[in-house]
């Protein structure tokens, strides 16, 4: 069974940090893409930050230089470093990750999610 947990969340002020991590079990191999993503109160799921196996990375427009994703390959991780935290960044952060297991077809899983609060 595949697990993604979320860390690092919990209420900041707005101008403050927070780092969000995620962790895949080791039992999930041949990851190509891991993210993460955000559901606002009242909204839909929506992109935050993507990267690849090799370091190809993709931000959502509204958090491009604030946030900063980065991935532990061996670890079967990924970060999410985000700075200047605004109100409107407050959110259920989900990390998500592609992968195969033994006898298991390539997927994509996802976490729990762990909220995320920015007070103004």
């Known amino acids: 069974q595949v697990q993604l947990v979320e860390s690092g969340g919990g209420l900041v002020q707005a101008g403050g940090s927070l780092r969000l991590s995620c962790a895949a079990s080791?039992?999930?191999?041949?990851?190509?893409?891991m993210g993460w993503y955000r559901r606002p109160p009242g909204k839909q799921r929506e992109l935050v930050a993507t990267?690849?196996?090799?370091?190809?990375?993709n931000y959502a427009e509204s958090v491009k230089g604030r946030f900063t994703i980065s991935r532990d390959n061996a670890r079967n991780m990924v970060f999410l470093q985000m700075n200047n935290l605004k109100p409107e960044d407050t959110a259920v952060y989900y990390c998500?990750?592609?992968?195969?297991?033994?006898?298991?077809?390539?997927?994509?899983?996802w976490g729990q999610g762990t909220q995320v609060t920015v007070s103004s």
């Open positions: 990267i690849t196996s090799g370091g190809k990375i």
């Open positions: 998500n990750s592609d992968g195969f297991q033994v006898g298991v077809p390539n997927r994509l899983y």
């Open positions: 080791q039992n999930l191999f041949s990851i190509a893409h």
